[in-house]
């Protein structure tokens, strides 16, 4: 019973959502995702993802506001602590 186990085909994240991770406007499901297929090795879209940082006419000029308000109500809770 030394049967080799089967690989199967890795399902890559579309390069849009890969985008908008690069762009940190992706939602916290698509970063999930998106970082557990490349915890797994995928070169493929280590790749796209380095090209969409490299890449200025894909940054989503929407992206610092984004982040930020994502982050200043943990900043002011941070804050609020101390
Ligand atoms: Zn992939």
Redesign the pocket.
């Known amino acids: 019973m030394n049967e080799e186990p089967v690989a199967r085909p ?1 399902e ?2 579309d390069a849009e959502t890969i985008r908008r991770f690069a762009c940190v406007a992706a939602t916290r499901d698509e970063n999930r995702i998106i970082v557990r ?1 490349l915890l797994r090795g ?1 070169p ?2 280590a790749i796209e993802l380095t090209r969409s940082w490299l890449s200025p006419l894909t940054v989503d000029p929407c992206a610092y506001d984004k982040a930020l308000d994502r982050c200043l109500p943990l900043l002011g809770n941070i804050l609020l602590k101390q």
């Open positions: 890795m890559h994240p297929h995928c493929e879209c």
